[in-house]
């Protein structure tokens, strides 16, 4: 029977990058990653769009995105390790309201920013008035303008995972892969063995994880759960706040898109920006790899909270709202069609759409990425290391601080995030 010092469920982004920053700090820690999947970021991490920016409007999702941002950027430079990076831009289009807004002129201020003029926007295929009949139908907006964010773009979160698991086994962490934890098994700290333990008056702890390999045993366990943690807290009491939201992803090519896709927002061959439609912020990915585009939207009323084993993209979802919207902004899209679909699920934090990071008992819990959990990873773990290994303080890649307790629950101090995409 081994004991771990740390037994990490989940090998998706967050578990790999937490695993990763604690030991970087202390190499001394003997730390199992427990995985139900075949091999690492098999979860939501592979559904993801992978898109990055650094444009939002709280001040921490600022500091958690442009500080990850910065450490991949760095792995892929410096460390030469290759993440598919690519800073192809986010492109916001904008109605007249929106371009002349306070909120867009303070992120031209804080990011690396620019504004872009409807004349541009006209140039890269987008049409930008919408007929009067159609825009008080379908609510839709005329386009005056964009905001295209530099310090963003696109990347692969295979690699990047790959990058942390392989770091991983360098620094003697161990995997165990096909594991499911089936319980959390909650035990009196000081046992007595009386039937019905642990009694009200006796002081608790997680004793061991019952999995389908048998129990494991670890001082502390940390859940990187993602989506699936309420199903390990809730038969213990334990409330993780996060609801799951499926998001769907439609890769779409035909001719004049694939033209499209391999040019940048000034016409130049090169890539087209990550783009957000005004009006129902749907977005497109593009990926060069399939010149293709990938639509997704994040639809919040009307979605329920359900959450299915293998969820199914709704082909209809596609077509009856997400084309029926995109073909009035971009009548290339009359002649596509769609390759391959796939979905999955974003953590919500449906309070203030960010992670939450708190520890009870001997279990941590970093759940609730709220569908941006690539961009925000490496920062993410970094705050659930520094939680794990007792520090007050985390300190990101380039040298700010974070509160550990700010991602905590009991004093939490997070503005709410707006730009959830
Ligand atoms: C369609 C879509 C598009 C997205 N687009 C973006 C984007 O453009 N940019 C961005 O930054 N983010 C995006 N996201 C969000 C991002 O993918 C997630 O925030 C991120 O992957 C979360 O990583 P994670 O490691 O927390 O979760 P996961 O990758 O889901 O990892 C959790 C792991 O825990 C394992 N697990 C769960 N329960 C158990 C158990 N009982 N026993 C053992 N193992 C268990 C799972 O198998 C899984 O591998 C998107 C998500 C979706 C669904």
Redesign the pocket.
């Known amino acids: 029977m081994e004991k771990y010092d740390l037994i990490i469920?989940?090998?998706?982004?967050?578990?790999l990058s937490t695993a990763y920053h604690i030991l970087d700090e202390n190499r001394d820690m003997k730390i199992k990653i427990?995985?139900?999947?075949p091999t690492f970021?098999?979860?939501?991490?592979a559904?993801?769009?992978?898109?990055?920016r650094d444009i939002f409007t709280s001040d921490i999702n600022y500091k958690l995105s442009s500080s990850s941002i910065n450490f991949y950027k760095h792995i892929q430079e410096d460390l030469k390790f290759n993440l598919g990076m690519k800073f192809n831009g986010y492109l916001f289009l904008l109605d007249k309201k929106n371009m002349e807004s306070e909120t867009v002129k303070q992120i031209t201020q804080k990011t690396e920013s620019i504004l872009i003029e409807r004349e541009d926007i006209s140039r890269m295929g987008f049409k930008t008035s919408i007929s009067q009949e159609i825009s008080s139908v379908m609510n839709l907006k005329n386009i005056a303008g964009g905001l295209l964010g530099k310090n963003c773009g696109i990347l692969e979160p295979d690699l990047i995972s790959s990058f942390y698991e392989s770091e991983l086994r360098k620094m003697g962490a161990e995997f165990s892969y096909n594991?499911?934890?089936r319980k959390l098994s909650l035990e009196p700290a000081l046992k007595l063995d009386f039937p019905g333990e642990p009694f009200i008056w006796q002081e608790k702890t997680i004793g061991h994880l019952e999995t389908n390999r048998g129990d494991m045993f670890a001082d502390n366990y940390l859940l990187?759960?993602?989506v699936?943690t309420n199903?390990?807290l809730d038969p213990i009491g334990i409330d993780s706040h996060i609801r799951p939201k499926k998001?769907?992803?439609f890769q779409v090519t035909g001719k004049g898109i694939r033209d499209m896709v391999m040019k940048d927002y000034t016409g130049e061959p090169g890539l087209f920006p990550f783009t957000i439609l005004p009006g129902p912020m749907i977005d497109m990915r593009p990926d060069p790899r399939s010149e293709s585009f990938w639509i997704?939207f994040n639809d919040d009323i009307g979605r329920d909270f359900s959450l299915e084993d293998d969820p199914v993209p709704e082909m209809d979802f596609y077509e009856k709202n997400l084309l029926t919207v995109i073909r009035e902004y971009l009548p290339i899209f009359n002649e596509s069609k769609v390759n391959s679909s796939w979905a999955?699920?974003?953590?919500m934090n449906t309070i203030d759409g960010t992670y939450y990071i708190f520890k009870e008992l001997n279990v941590g819990v970093i759940t609730g990425?709220s569908?941006?959990?690539?961009?925000?990873g490496d920062a993410a773990g970094r705050i659930a290391a520094a939680m794990m290994l007792g520090n007050k303080k985390a300190r990101l890649y380039g040298g700010k601080e974070i509160d550990v307790d700010d991602l905590g629950i009991k004093k939490r101090n997070v503005q709410m995030e707006n730009l959830i995409i």
Request: no cysteine; hydrophobic share 35%; net charge positive.
């Open positions: 469920v989940g090998a998706g982004i967050t578990g427990v995985e139900r999947a970021a098999q979860g939501n991490t559904k993801s769009d992978a898109a990055f594991t499911t934890v990187a759960t993602d699936w199903y390990l998001r769907q992803v997704s999955g699920y974003y953590s990425s569908g941006s959990g690539i961009m925000k």
